[in-house]
C-alpha cells in the first residue's frame, strides 16, 4: 500500500469516528480510492506535445493550457476502473445501486457503450442525452464517469504541470484546464489556493476576491463557519450567490484529501443552498 493511501485510510477511519453520520459514504469512497490506487500504476498516457511559446501567449490572455475533452485518456483502465466502481456502488450504498443497474443493463443490451461514454466525459449534450433516455441521476452517472477517467487525468496533470506560468495567474479558474475550483485552502499567512474540480490542479489566488465572477468588493464578500473548529467556512459572493468550502489547512494536522473533506461537510453545501447561494462545480453527494 501506498504511503498516500495508508494516511488517507487513517483518515477515514478518524473520521467515521467522528462523524458517523457519513460512515457509508466513506466506507464507499475508501473502496473507490482503492480500486483508482490499484489501477494507477498501469496508467499508460501518450504525453501531449505542448507548444511552449504559444502556450505562453494564450496563457497571458487567460487561457488554460487545454480543454477538458483534450486530455487524453487510458481508455482500457478507465473502462476497466469504471466496471469496478459500478460493482461497488452497487454494494455501497441504496442511493447508487438502482442507477448502477440502469446503466449496466443498458451495456448489456448495446444502447450504451462504455468507450464513447468515457471519451465525452466532457460532452454535455451527449450526457444529457443519455440521461433522459436512461433516466440515470445526473449526478452519480458525471461522479462515476469523473472517478474513471480520474487517474488519467492526474498522470496528465502530472506531466503538464511544468508547463504552467502562475506567475500572473489570478484567475478564478484553473490554468490547465480551465474548470472552477471545487474548494479552496487558505495556507502560511493566509495566502489562498484552489482545488480544481476537474483534473485536482492546485493554484493560487487572490484572497479577497470571488473565484467565479472576479468580484473585489469587500461589502458583498462573506465568510461563515457553522462549527466552534474554525477550520472550515463557507466564502460567499452577494453579486454573483456563489459560494465555495475554504479549508484554512493551518488548523489541520494533515494535508486534506480535497474529496474526502468535500465529502464530510456537506452540511455546509446545505446551510449554503438554504441561504440561496450556489456551487459552480457541485458534487454527487452535495444537494
Ligand atoms: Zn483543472
Ligand atoms: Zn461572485
Known amino acids: ?29 475508501e473502496k473507490v480510492v ?3 490506487e490499484r489501477m494507477r500504476p498501469a496508467i499508460n498516457i501518450i504525453p501531449l506535445k505542448i507548444k511552449e511559446d504559444l502556450k505562453a501567449l494564450q496563457m497571458k490572455e487567460g487561457f488554460p493550457l487545454l480543454n477538458k475533452e483534450d486530455f487524453p485518456l487510458d481508455l482500457a483502465s478507465s473502462i476497466e476502473l469504471f466496471q469496478s466502481l459500478c460493482q461497488i456502488g452497487k454494494e455501497a450504498t441504496s442511493m447508487i445501486r438502482e442507477d448502477v443497474q440502469k446503466i ?35 449526478m452519480i452517472l458525471n461522479f462515476l464517469i469523473h ?23 489570478l484567475k478564478g479558474y484553473c490554468p490547465i484546464c ?4 471545487q474548494m479552496s485552502l487558505l495556507k502560511g499567512e493566509g495566502q489562498r489556493f484552489y482545488l480544481c474540480s476537474f483534473c485536482g490542479f492546485k493554484w493560487p489566488g487572490e484572497r479577497l476576491k470571488c473565484p467565479f465572477c472576479e468580484n473585489k468588493e469587500h461589502e458583498s464578500l462573506h465568510y ?20 465555495i468550502k475554504t479549508i484554512d489547512t493551518r488548523e ?12 464530510t461537510t456537506v452540511h455546509l453545501d446545505i446551510l449554503a443552498s438554504k441561504n440561496g447561494f450556489k456551487k459552480p462545480a457541485p458534487s454527487p453527494w452535495a444537494p
Not at 224 to 243: A, L, P, S
Request: glycine share 2%; proline share 4%; net charge negative.
Open 178 to 181: 480551465g474548470s472552477y475550483p
Open 252 to 263: 489541520l494536522d494533515h494535508e486534506p484529501d480535497l474529496t474526502l473533506e468535500d465529502i
Open 224 to 243: 461563515y463557519f457553522v462549527e466552534e473548529q474554525k477550520t472550515y467556512r463557507i466564502d460567499t459572493c452577494d453579486k454573483c450567490k456563489q459560494y
Open 1 to 29: 500500500m501506498s504511503k498516500s493511501l495508508e494516511k488517507l485510510k487513517e483518515q477515514i477511519s478518524f473520521l467515521k469516528k467522528r462523524k458517523p453520520a457519513y460512515e457509508e459514504i466513506l466506507n464507499f469512497y
Open 34 to 36: 482503492e480500486e483508482q
Open 147 to 169: 472517478i474513471s477517467i480520474q487517474p488519467s487525468i492526474h498522470a496528465n496533470v502530472e506531466k503538464l504541470k511544468g508547463h504552467v506560468d502562475l506567475r500572473n495567474w
Open 104 to 138: 449496466e443493463h443498458a451495456i448489456k443490451d448495446g444502447k450504451l457503450y462504455l468507450d464513447e461514454l468515457l471519451r465525452k466525459h466532457s460532452n454535455p449534450d451527449y450526457q444529457n442525452k443519455i440521461i433522459e433516455e436512461m433516466r440515470v441521476n445526473k
